[in-house]
């Protein structure tokens, strides 16, 4: 039987949490949409089966390769089963959270499972730049930052100026927009060849097309707002990705402050007129999200300097 090879198991370590990662966005839409069924609801069991198989690889890479990249990536994936019952023991002592707290996404036992998933991620990127295949490092490169950007997206939410809480306001647009261009940034400097941000992008919008839907279970408390139609969602996230590809060779302060802003101006610039006229919201609102959402791009142009592939 030939050997395994490092970048193989790399490879389907990648697929293996994008499919968790793409359970996790189902598993938002059921509590939502069905409500929160058991323990071993669908979305549930898909996510166990995706980290199983990654668990399985990566220690699988520590005792192929001896190598401590591999030994902290096995490390850090045990972390995420671990959530799992700390998540039902916090919710024994604190009972659920409906769709109104914030601790829906910010509690303790579900950001030790984004963490630990994203962390996993960013160990696996240096193995999966290895890789002898340069298309291969294209795609699970962009699969990889993919996923990242779709858990990166959820740590903002409670910031998110329509999402239901708003806690800076239109101002909370500039953190989630951070998360945004960081990412990109970051597959632009990872990622070889062209169009790294666009890739991510569209792979991005594969993840959160899963989310899209309507939330009508009757034993789920939602706060009342409303949401942007998809089809906008798809271009605020896509069309900001295209052009910081066609930026490339701009300074990345640059690129961050007009990618940011131009995801702003699409998304709030157009949805308040999908609302209904209860939830409006005035333009100079709007004014308030991109200003900040370009300084946010600022800042993530200055962490791109922390995570840069030279200094991992």
Request: net charge neutral; charged share 10%.
């Amino acid at each position: 039987m030939k050997k395994l090879s490092p970048q193989l198991l790399a490879r389907t370590i990648a697929t293996s949490l994008f499919i968790a990662v793409a359970a996790g966005t189902w598993d938002a839409w059921w509590h939502g949409a069905v409500g929160r069924e058991s323990f071993l609801e669908p979305p549930h069991l898909l996510l166990y089966a995706g980290t199983a198989v990654a668990i399985a690889l990566g220690m699988l890479g520590w005792r192929m390769t001896k190598e401590k990249i591999w030994k902290r990536l096995a490390l850090v994936l045990l972390l995420v089963p671990v959530s799992a019952p700390f998540d039902e023991i916090w919710h024994q002592i604190y009972g659920y959270e409906d769709l109104s707290s914030i601790w829906v996404i910010w509690s303790p036992p579900h950001l030790l499972l984004i963490g630990a998933i994203i962390a996993s991620l960013a160990m696996l990127l240096p193995v999966l730049m290895k890789d002898e295949d340069p298309m291969a490092k294209r795609l699970f490169g962009a699969l990889t930052f993919a996923s990242i950007l779709n858990l990166a997206m959820i740590l903002p939410g409670p910031l998110e100026p329509t999402g239901g809480w708003a806690l800076l306001g239109f101002w909370g647009a500039g953190g989630v927009a951070v998360a945004y261009v960081l990412i990109l940034l970051l597959a632009q400097k990872w990622i070889p060849g062209i169009a790294a941000a666009t890739l991510t992008a569209m792979s991005f919008i594969v993840l959160y097309s899963i989310a899209f839907g309507n939330e009508v279970a009757e034993d789920i408390v939602l706060t009342p707002h409303d949401h942007a139609p998809s089809f906008l969602i798809v271009f605020a996230f896509l069309i900001p990705a295209v052009l910081l590809d066609l930026m490339k060779q701009q300074p990345a302060w640059l690129r961050g402050a007009i990618t940011g802003a131009l995801w702003a101006a699409i998304l709030y610039g157009f949805s308040s007129a999908f609302f209904a006229p209860q939830f409006q919201y005035a333009l100079s609102d709007t004014y308030v999200a991109v200003a900040a959402s370009g300084i946010g791009g600022v800042c993530a142009a200055l962490l791109t300097t922390v995570f840069s592939p030279h200094t991992t």
